[in-house]
């Protein structure tokens, strides 16, 4: 009789893949063993050849969906006498272990039809889950992942659930989580008074009239409170964005069925494939024109953030409201979720109608995950539910390095033991609430890793609230703190998260991020390596008059950069009031409140200011957006020319770019040429500026190539100038990865100098 020892690498642990292995080994007739281990899970195996041969196959193909299986190395090892059982072994405090925390999972095919079936004990229940599903990160408290440490700890498992979640055999073996009408959580709907309206049954159908009539639900989700509207009815649509504040930013459509967002969006296999998967992630996908959707979802948008229910109670609500819903965050505009009923009625009140509620907490806010294909395969845009905290491994050597991250779209990253645990979406820090979160998220991670990080890092801006409380914690823990310019922070992330160990040239385009020299950087070409960057590339820098204020408005990177180029605003001016001119142009002449700077963002406000195709920005992001929507399918090939000014770096100076658009402009060129011809033209700015510092491999980084016409033209080029081209997969391109990059950085210097 064999035996063999199984070592299984990849995503298996806090997926109920234990009790599974118990499964088959159960119905397969071997004895044996099962343990989790640091990087995976590790089994042994005994019994006649056609059991193993069984036991193996099963483990390759019943595995339960969430686990995802890297590699699988077997050998055959000396039989072991008196075996009689299987068993799950604990994993044992060897000090090499390294916890995970388990993502949340959308709801699996099994529980969705217990849930669809009359007369069974969870029948239309909207807090099913399983080993295989359900909620994890945002009700833990501490590990070990155990119930009592969930905030499940307060119902109490009547003796169906008890049963089930005792039996090796069953589904629910060891599912934290588990719960049923009995003993688990139950649906209040409330006013937005606070006076309760009903409860159970009759709260979901409450709601789903509520949505069908065209108000404003405010939900208790999985990872926090989300903002419920009819997405096809312009009137309810627009109630949500006057109330929200939010005038024109696209929102995300959960649909009921995959054959409904298949009406509203084109949907290949890949795609159809993630958004059923259980990480259930928004999906950023081509829309059908005219279908149900309403145009004031996401207007002068071809693309539509769509996603499936996720939770069970989602699948209840959207099956029976019977049309696509805006599924949004319930917060302000740039504030965290709400995740504690209170708050929520405080914050949301004004908003929503009305709240449909449960008494299951929800520990911490886990917003959803943003992803996109493109012809590369799939990519992460915002990293939360069903991804995070999960660990990423880093081949690094060094103690432990927390670091904060940037401003927007924060996280925070944990470099420890060979991987990289990067948090949630955190958002912005601009509100105290978003401090708030920051802060708790720190203290989160060290409790649950059990780490004291020996070294800390972030980003070198000096106003950022991340820097300063990693300025308030290094003074408090007596480590030392690396400041990490924020460019070479975004070059790192990339080389963290694919192993790069060789010299890149990244090539780093974003808004802004602070500059070694005091101006705010963002159009860069960064050489990196283990042991730091040297800046080759970088846009010619022009003034922004208002500093801020130009962020939002766009017409005033067209101001400034004008000034720089020609010393003349004649071509802008219409786009300010007669009272606004005079102040504008001493601003600029006296060089009050006007930084300068590199930023390829500005860039794309300045053209699409000039272009006419936006000269105010809604939200951020919003003018270099519709300049990529302008651009996209123009079968012109032109590009403008640049300048290059040889400096200690490659200066590139668009000059000549500008002149050339105006011109383009005079002579009634439509603005969807022009847009075109600028893509091109940055296009070949990365292969100068790649030629020029004769580095094979290539990174693309920075919220810049969050344009998907910019990603596929640059790489494209790169790739036909004889350049390997790189791009993040499971971090974000933007500043949700800084974190990551910091740590490395941080990291790396440890490792030298140790
Ligand atoms: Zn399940
Ligand atoms: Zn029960
Ligand atoms: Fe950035």
């Known amino acids: 009789m064999p035996r063999l020892s199984i070592q299984v690498r990849g995503v298996v642990q806090g997926v109920g893949f234990r009790p599974f292995v118990f499964r088959i080994a159960h119905v397969h007739a071997v004895t044996g063993w099962v343990r989790n281990r640091p990087d995976g899970v590790e089994i042994e195996i005994q019994g006649p050849q056609s059991s193993s041969d069984g036991f193996l196959i099963a483990l390759e193909r019943e595995r339960p969906t969430p686990a995802r299986i890297e590699h699988v190395a077997v050998s055959e090892i000396p039989e072991v006498d008196g075996e009689s059982r299987f068993e799950i072994v604990a994993s044992g405090a060897s000090s090499e272990t390294r916890p995970s925390v388990p993502a949340d999972l959308a709801i699996c095919p099994d529980c969705a039809r217990e849930m669809d079936t009359p007369g069974e004990r969870r029948y239309r229940y909207p807090f099913t889950n399983c080993t295989y599903c359900g909620p994890r990160y945002s009700i833990i408290e501490g590990l070990p992942y155990d119930r009592p440490k969930t905030s499940m700890k307060g ?155 996720y939770a069970p109670l989602h699948r209840l609500l959207l099956k029976e409201a019977n049309r696509p819903l805006i599924c949004t965050s319930g917060n302000l505009s740039e504030e965290p979720m709400a995740i504690e009923d209170a708050d929520a009625f405080e914050r949301l009140g004004e908003i929503a109608d009305l709240f449909l509620i449960h008494d299951r907490p929800v520990l911490r806010p886990v917003d959803d995950s943003v992803m996109r294909v493109d012809e590369h395969g799939p990519s992460i845009l915002r990293r939360a539910r069903g991804f995070a905290p999960l660990a990423h491994p880093v081949a690094v050597d060094a103690p432990p390095v927390l670091a904060l991250g940037a401003h927007q779209k924060n996280t925070i990253a944990l470099l420890h033991r060979g991987q990289a645990v990067v948090s949630q979406h955190l958002g912005d820090l601009h509100s105290l609430q978003g401090t708030r979160l920051l802060e708790r998220t720190v203290r989160d991670l060290l409790a649950f890793f059990d780490v004291k990080p020996q070294i800390l890092a972030c980003d070198l801006h000096p106003d950022y609230a991340s820097t300063r409380l990693a300025e308030t914690l290094a003074a408090q823990w007596q480590v030392p703190l690396v400041k990490v310019q924020h460019h070479h922070a975004h070059v790192a992330a990339v080389m963290a998260e694919l192993g790069l160990d060789v010299p890149v040239l990244g090539l780093t385009w974003d808004g802004s991020g602070f ?82 700077t590199s930023s390829m963002g500005r860039l794309f406000d300045a053209v699409s200011a000039l272009t006419g195709i936006r000269t105010m920005r809604g939200f951020e992001g919003q003018a270099a957006m519709e300049l990529e929507f302008a651009a996209e399918g123009v079968t012109d090939s032109g590009a403008y020319p640049w300048d290059f000014l040889e400096e200690e770096c490659l200066v590139a100076d668009p000059a000549s770019m500008i002149r050339a658009i105006l011109e383009d402009l005079r002579s009634g060129l439509s603005a969807r040429i022009i847009a075109n011809r600028f893509h091109g033209a940055l296009a070949d700015l990365a292969v100068a500026w790649a030629s020029r510092a004769q580095i094979e491999n290539v990174v693309l980084c920075g919220g810049c190539f969050q344009n998907a016409l910019l990603a596929r033209l640059v790489r494209e080029r790169l790739v036909a100038a004889g350049f390997r081209v790189h791009l993040p997969i499971s971090f974000p391109v933007n500043d949700g990865a800084i974190s990551l990059g910091q740590a490395w950085v941080a990291a790396k210097q440890a490792e030298l100098t140790a």
């Open 515 to 596: 500059g070694t020299d005091g101006t705010v950087w963002g159009g860069e070409a960064l050489v990196v390596d283990a042991r730091g960057f040297r800046r080759t590339g970088h846009l010619r820098t022009f003034p922004l008059p208002g500093g801020e204020r130009a962020v939002k408005e766009s017409r005033r990177s067209a101001s400034g950069l004008l000034w720089e180029l020609f010393h003349s605003l004649e071509v802008i001016e219409a786009r300010y009031t007669p009272s606004e001119r005079p102040l504008l142009q001493s601003m600029l002449e006296r060089g009050l409140n006007t930084p300068r």
């Open 155 to 309: 119902f109490p498992l009547c003796p169906d659930c008890l049963k089930e979640y005792t039996n090796p055999l069953d589904r629910r073996f060891h599912a934290q989580p588990v719960a049923c009408p009995t003993c688990g959580p139950h649906l209040r709907l409330v006013g937005n008074n606070g006076a309760e309206i009903s409860t159970r049954d009759a709260a979901l159908e409450g709601a789903v009239a509520a949505l069908q009539r065209g108000d404003v639900l405010a939900l208790k989700g999985l990872g926090g409170f989300q903002l419920l509207v009819d997405a096809t009815s312009q009137e309810a649509i627009e109630k949500l964005r006057k109330r929200k504040r939010r005038e024109e930013k696209p929102f995300a459509v959960m649909f009921p069925s995959m054959e409904q967002l298949e009406g509203d969006c084109v949907v290949s296999e890949e795609e159809a494939r993630i958004l059923a998967s259980p990480e259930a992630p928004i999906l950023l996908l081509q829309r059908r024109p005219g279908a149900g959707v309403h145009e004031a979802v996401a207007p002068r948008n071809p693309r539509l953030g769509a996603f499936l229910p």
